[in-house]
Nanobody
Framework: VQLQASGGGLVQPGDSLRLSCAAS????????LAWFRQNPGEERKFVAV????????DYADSVKGRFTISRDNDKKTVYLQMNTLTPEDTAIYYC????????????????????WGQGTLVTVSS
């Protein structure tokens, strides 16, 4: 199983960025998918999660209204559209996959996730 995150970079406050995470080696549609982020010396924190079907999503309060998670099951890819970025959004962003039944509740808990990508760095700075 491989989750390949991409799309990070250096942007200015107020800018937008879209992260992608392409999966291989798993039955993509059987997994809820999430984004977490982490800064050095800090715990990894939940950002957003999307259900297997894509019909349900949940977000950390800090990103609600600014970030949007989506998925394309045909392309086996999950996305994180990030708008109105602030320096506080600076972090390494990780995608993660959680093998769940179709009706499972969305989880913000790191330990629930089975597979992780390698991370992509997002830096928001003027």
């Amino acid at each position: 199983v491989q989750l390949q995150a991409s799309g990070g970079g250096l942007v200015q406050p107020g800018d937008s960025l879209r992260l992608s995470c392409a999966a291989s080696g798993l039955t993509f549609s059987r997994y809820a998918l999430a984004w977490f982020r982490q800064n050095p010396g800090e715990e990894r924190k939940f950002v957003a999660v999307i259900s297997r079907s894509g019909r349900s999503t949940d977000y950390a309060d800090s990103v609600k209204g600014r970030f949007t998670i989506s998925r394309d099951n045909d392309k086996k890819t999950v996305y994180l559209q990030m708008n109105t970025l602030t320096p506080e959004d600076t972090a390494i962003y990780y995608c993660a996959a959680d093998h769940v039944i179709l009706t499972a509740p969305l989880s913000p808990i790191e330990s629930d996730y089975d597979f992780w990508g390698q991370g992509t760095l997002v830096t928001v700075s003027s």
